[in-house]
């Protein structure tokens, strides 16, 4: 069974300052791995998504996540961080090539920025 | 193009009441999926039609809860009789056939008393 780990349940950083929030996923598989945003009030926005291919993935909003197969891992990056940033962060795992398209997500990092 | 919508966006019933949940999908997609999350933990799966058709309903937690589609277009989520456990964001999500991106709603509060 696929799981996720979000560690940090709680990040707080400056306004300008760089980001990186930790996935780390268990799959037997190689995974299809997603960051999602839910800012208050709203649904899950798709940040961006990992299939194959390159292994640094470009987003939206200026984010970039780093897929490394040897950690087990899918770091969510932003080299300087918005105000209209904070939110709360999920990644996901899907295992579409079982047929099974139901993703499964990490517990979720929020993250405060200070002015 | 209208996103996926969810209501009612805040439900507050008493323990033993039904509520029932609605959504409607982007028009188009046959994918359409109900996941929860509880308490601050991570948002779980419940449940996956294709177009009418349960595809996999592996994470309903039990037979209080009843999910249908009539029609492949909007899906209710029923629960009945409502436990204190049962509080918390119900997502619905949709997704085209092939598709590798699942819209979300915004999530509809439920808190049961």
């Known amino acids: 069974a696929q799981s996720v780990t979000q560690p940090d349940i709680h990040i707080t950083v400056s306004e300008g300052a760089s980001l990186e929030l930790r996935c780390n996923y268990s799959y037997g598989a190689t995974p299809y791995l997603f960051w999602y945003v839910q800012s208050p009030g709203q649904g899950l926005q798709l940040l961006l998504k990992?299939?194959?291919?390159?292994?640094l993935v470009q987003g939206i909003k200026g984010f970039e996540a780093e897929f490394k197969r040897s950690q087990s891992s899918f770091n969510l990056r932003k080299p300087s961080v918005h105000w209209s940033d904070a939110a709360e962060y999920f990644c996901a795992v899907g295992a579409m090539d079982t047929g099974r398209r139901a993703l499964t997500f990490g517990s979720g990092t929020r993250l405060q920025v200070q002015p | 193009e209208a996103g996926v919508t969810q209501f009612p966006s805040h439900s507050v019933i008493e323990k033993g009441q039904t509520v029932t949940l609605r959504c409607d999908p982007i028009s188009g997609h046959d994918n359409l999926y109900w996941y929860r999350r509880v308490m601050g933990k991570e948002i779980k799966f419940l449940l996956h039609?294709?177009?009418?058709?349960?595809?996999?309903e592996s994470g309903m937690p039990n037979n209080r809860f009843l999910a249908e589609r009539t029609g492949g277009t909007y899906s209710t989520l029923k629960v009945q009789p409502a436990e204190l456990e049962d509080s918390g964001v119900y997502f619905c999500?949709?997704?085209?056939?092939?598709?590798?991106?699942?819209?979300f709603g915004q999530g509809t509060r439920l808190t049961v008393v």
């Open positions: 990992y299939f194959s291919g390159d292994t």
């Open positions: 999500a949709s997704s085209q056939v092939g598709g590798t991106e699942a819209f």
């Open positions: 039609f294709v177009k009418e058709s349960k595809q996999d």
